[in-house]
């Protein structure tokens, strides 16, 4: 062979097409097909083998001319791929080889030193890359390996890393077309990644989709001497006052026959406990802790048990998680004094809605009424000392329909009404609605409860009867009470197409400064030559007020939905009034929000701070800030940023170290502050299991084809690599083989003999 | 303020002239309903249907069918939360005015067939505790209903309720109560009352807290 090429092989020089070369084939095969037909009748088998050795012999031939056959000659050469080593950089690697022996990430600079030159060898077949990982993957040089590489990685994924060194992530060559012949691993295969749950399925699937053996070097055999809190299981909100299950998982290894404590703690206190009686052999408890939140808010709760003489990690024996404590229902109470159909369509609402406990009383006859005999009557007496007495700090609202205080004769209710102010005042809700027995009307004007109302009721001035259309004043186009759409305009377009009340009680608007605004008026109805005041709000003390000065708001719903326009506005006022009045956090000017619940060790905490004016526009411009505050009360951290047009500000906490923190967020001139909580978890994923898997390695090994050993005592093992692929490179020559004389010379010889030769046989 | 529309329909709509304002006079005699002095006349096809939450709808003789506009107005009035209450005048049964309404309150509602509302039921306590019937005839010992949303949208009586409530100016009762007599019309009065209440309370005598009251009583 020519010195150049290094490689052969046949090839066709024909200009036919294969069709052309199919159909000569056949014909040739029709030929001898031919022969064989015209020789059935011959009796001697040797000239009947003869001629038809001869007839095929001559189809050949024509065929051999006509694909006029070469030889090609090649010059090839063997690619030369990539043998990757990958040390793990991870955290975990930290944690000592073996009890009292050296880390596994210096047992893995060892090993590598130790191998260099083995490795080296591999230089003749593969070019050899060595790779730091945890989440990524890094290029460093054999000598840094084997120096040692950091671990400091907060997570671990072999998969991961195997998969990118694959692609060419890391400064890997693959962008040159080059590929992996094989990987070897080395790590203490505490994989949090991919293969966290093993290898089976998807990732084993993933893992053979790499298409080249993964070796692996497993660093560690034992799991050291440790306790954890391994899990916790907890639902993200609870309600208060009902049990709240937290199921945590003890993980025990290395102790035995003693007994640990389990605590939760809410923000520092004690709120639940267990004891764990350790037993030989098992090394996962569930732990069940139960308790009952008795506040409403966001918390941060921490499950911890001890930290045990020798154990290998600390950090792992506590976890934190943050629950918000809502309120289950909430629990109004209405006192209606009359049946009316505005109390009918209330009612109907509250009953509705799955968040509200309704206790409801309606006056049904008064003390000049005569229904007859009292045994014959459904009507229970008003248990006015029970629910305006003891039961009333039992009601998140209070709302009085149309209701007088002073009719009743023995029931003596104004005795109670200061009992129903400080309720207000002490963070109740109240709420008085309109009709002939209300504000004024009912005789409010001079009472304990006109120090706690939004407006004040003018008494001795009857209802103004009529219809009169409502207005939205300035506050109550962005008050979250009367924001009927998304949009001033459009709230204030929805309140203008319902229908007017028919009805209003004259009351006036009180003076600046009380806390107190009207978000609603009836222009056409003047009180003192202003508008009167339909619906207003008030913050008193801790509590809130409203008031809707007529008996006739059931008509922006049943009357508003005979033109087709459906009840909404009606649902949806009542609806936010309520919410309202009883602090739903997501109506408070100023929100604070973390933008994850619990962060890793060293990361920051990102807070979106939000506020508004009291009017509910957006507060832009005004200084929020945003303090971290441990367990203990100090503050720990704090940020300041100035909101933007949106009223939103981001801040970041640097935290001082693992635990629970109270978020406590400020703006410049409000008095009340947004609280959120954040947990800053103790032990990331790395450090939450100290324990090496080798079997995790080996089955990595194993299905991918590669070799494995474990340290100590192992040794480097047979490392597996794909062949090297052959590829062609420079020029190729083609040398025909097909027009030499002695390939007609044969054709024309073997058509001749089978000429005579059927000639003196006779068979022409 | 309750206010009745009376529904004006095809046929003779108003036989019982004063029965209404007798009822409210009741009402405001033994209750703290604050009656209307008026019955407003009302077109189910009309605008402004409901300004009145609460119908009458009575009559004797045959209804005239509705039109598609009046079933489809009285519809919405009662899925809204509209209130209905359906008086056989002539105390028909099977014929007469019985026949005919009935075939046009299940048009009306076709989901919710009128069924007998039982003893049970907190109509028959929402101010009495009722457990007869009264009208100016006994033709059946029940009243029947049709639900929507867990809720009495509509009550039939074929008693002739407005029969038994119906009072000449001079005072006298215009019509006699039979087989009963006058306690037969004071139960009819009640079930006014009682009527009346549903319309505004709906289930409130269903609330936990009237529980132990009604019972005691009842035994």
């Known amino acids: 062979m020519d010195g150049d090429f290094n490689a052969w092989r046949l090839t066709a020089l024909t200009p036919l097409p294969p069709w052309a070369l199919a159909l000569l084939a056949a014909a040739s095969l029709g030929a001898v097909a031919l022969a064989w037909r015209g020789l059935r009748a011959e009796q001697r088998r040797g000239r009947r083998a003869a001629l038809l050795a001869l007839r095929a012999g001559a189809a050949l031939l024509a065929l051999f001319l006509l694909a006029e056959p070469a030889v090609e000659l090649l010059r090839t050469a063997r690619v030369r791929n990539r043998f990757a080593v990958l040390v793990d950089g991870s955290r975990s690697m930290n944690y000592p080889l073996e009890p009292g022996g050296p880390s596994r990430a210096r047992a893995a600079a060892e090993f590598l030193a130790d191998h260099r030159s083995e490795l080296s060898r591999l230089t003749d077949r593969v070019d050899l890359e060595v790779y730091a990982f945890g989440g990524d993957v890094a290029a460093v040089s054999p000598e840094q390996a084997a120096r040692g590489v950091p671990a400091t990685a907060g997570k671990t994924d072999v998969l991961g890393a195997l998969e990118a060194v694959n692609a060419g992530a890391g400064g890997a060559a693959a962008a040159s077309g080059r590929k992996l012949a094989g990987a070897l691993v080395v790590s203490d295969g505490a994989d949090n990644g991919a293969l966290q749950e093993g290898v089976a399925g998807p990732s084993a699937a993933r893992l053979r989709a790499l298409g080249f053996p993964v070796n692996a070097v497993a660093l560690g055999r034992d799991a050291p001497r440790d306790l954890a809190i391994e899990r916790v299981a907890v639902d993200d909100f609870a309600f208060v006052r009902n049990t709240v299950k937290v199921d945590a998982t003890l993980r025990v290894r290395g102790f035995s026959d003693q007994t640990v404590q389990v605590v939760l703690r809410r923000e520092g206190s004690v709120v639940a406990q267990a004891s764990v009686q350790l037993e030989r052999g098992r090394d996962r408890y569930a732990v069940p802790l139960a308790f009952a939140p008795d506040e409403t808010g966001t918390f941060v709760f921490t499950v911890s048990t001890p930290v045990l003489p020798g154990e290998a990690v600390a950090e792992n024996n506590s976890r934190s998680f943050v629950l918000r404590v809502i309120r289950d229902r909430v629990r109004v109470l209405m006192v209606a004094g009359r049946p009316s159909w505005d109390v009918r369509f209330l009612r109907g609402l509250l009953k509705q809605d799955p968040n509200v406990d309704l206790v409801s009383f309606f006056i049904l006859r008064t003390n000049t009424d005569t229904p007859g005999s009292q045994d014959e009557l459904s009507l229970i007496p008003f248990p006015v000392a029970e629910i305006f007495g003891e039961q009333l700090h039992t009601f998140d609202a209070v709302l009085f329909v149309n209701f007088a205080y002073g009719p009743y004769r023995g029931l003596e209710i104004d005795r109670f009404l200061p009992n129903i102010r400080d309720y207000v005042r002490s963070g109740g809700a109240l709420a008085m609605i309109g009709g002939e027995q209300s504000f004024g009307d009912g005789g409010y004007g001079d009472t304990p409860l006109a120090e706690v109302l939004p407006v004040e009721p003018l008494d001795g001035t009857p209802e103004a009867e009529g219809e009169a259309r409502v207005h939205l004043t300035p506050e109550g186009r962005r008050h979250p009470v009367t924001a009927l759409a998304a949009g001033e305009g459009q709230s204030e377009a929805a309140w203008a197409a319902l229908p007017p009340v028919t009805a209003v009680n004259l009351t006036r608007a009180l003076p600046p400064g009380r806390g107190a605004a009207v978000l609603l008026e009836a222009p056409s109805v003047q009180v003192q030559g202003r508008p009167a005041p339909l619906v207003a709000v008030r913050e008193v003390g801790q509590g809130r007020t409203l008031a809707v000065a007529t008996d006739a708001s059931w008509r922006w719903g049943f009357v508003a939905a005979e033109s087709g326009e459906g009840n909404r506005a009606y649902l949806r006022f009542w609806n936010a009034a309520l919410r309202w009045l009883v602090k739903d956090p997501a109506l408070a000017p100023l929100q604070v929000e973390p933008d994850a619940p619990a962060v890793e060790p060293g990361a920051p905490v990102g807070v979106t701070v939000t506020s508004r004016n009291p009017d509910f526009g957006p507060a832009a411009g005004r200084k929020l800030s945003a303090a971290l505050v441990s367990e203990d009360g100090r503050q720990v951290a704090q940020g300041v940023a100035v909101a933007g047009a949106d009223g939103t500000a981001r801040i970041e906490l640097v935290p001082p170290g693992p635990g629970a923190y109270k978020i406590v967020s400020r703006a410049e001139g409000a008095p009340d502050a947004a609280t959120a909580a954040v947990a800053v978890r103790g032990a990331g994923p790395e450090d939450a299991d100290a324990a090496p898997r080798p079997a995790l390695l080996q089955a990595v090994a194993e299905t991918t084809g590669g070799g494995f050993s474990t340290l100590p005592d192992g040794s480097l093992p047979r490392l597996a690599l794909n062949d090297p692929e052959v590829v062609e490179i420079g020029r190729r020559r083609e040398v025909p083989i097909w027009d030499r004389w002695w390939t007609l010379a044969g054709l024309a010889a073997v058509l001749a003999a089978e000429w005579v030769l059927r000639r003196r046989w006779g068979y022409w | ?219």
């Not at chain 2, 309750?2 to 029965?19: D, E, F, K, M, Y």
């Not at chain 2, 008086?87 to 069924?115: I, N, Q």
């Not at chain 2, 809720?151 to 039939?156: D, M, P, T």
């Not at chain 2, 209440?197 to 609330?207: Q, R, S």
């Open chain 2, 1 to 219: 303020m309750l206010r009745i529309g009376q529904v004006q329909h095809g046929g003779a709509w108003n036989p019982r002239p004063s029965a209404l304002r007798r009822l409210g006079w009741e009402l405001g005699r033994r209750t703290s309903i604050e009656p209307a002095p008026d019955v407003v006349p009302v077109r189910l096809a009309d605008p402004g249907l409901h300004r009145t939450p609460m119908l009458y709808l009575t009559g004797t003789g045959s209804l005239p069918p509705f039109g598609e506009a009046e079933r489809s107005a009285l519809r919405r009035f009662l899925q809204y939360g509209g209130f209905m209450l359906v008086d056989a005048a002539d105390g028909s049964d099977g014929s007469g005015f019985d026949a005919s309404v009935r075939a046009e309150l299940a048009r009306v509602l076709p989901a919710s067939p009128l069924a007998a509302i039982p003893r049970d039921h907190v109509l028959y306590k929402t101010f009495y505790l009722l457990d007869r019937q009264g009208g100016r005839v006994l033709v059946k010992p029940w009243l029947e209903g049709q639900v929507l949303d867990g809720r009495l949208a509509v009550i039939y009586s074929q008693n002739d309720l407005g029969g038994a409530w119906a009072r000449s100016e001079l005072g006298d009762w215009e019509y006699p109560c039979t087989p009963g007599g006058e306690a037969q019309r004071e139960t009819a009065v009640r079930v006014g009352v009682n009527v009346a209440m549903y319309a505004l309370c709906t289930d409130y005598k269903d609330d936990a807290v009237h529980l132990p009251f009604i019972m005691r009583r009842r035994s």
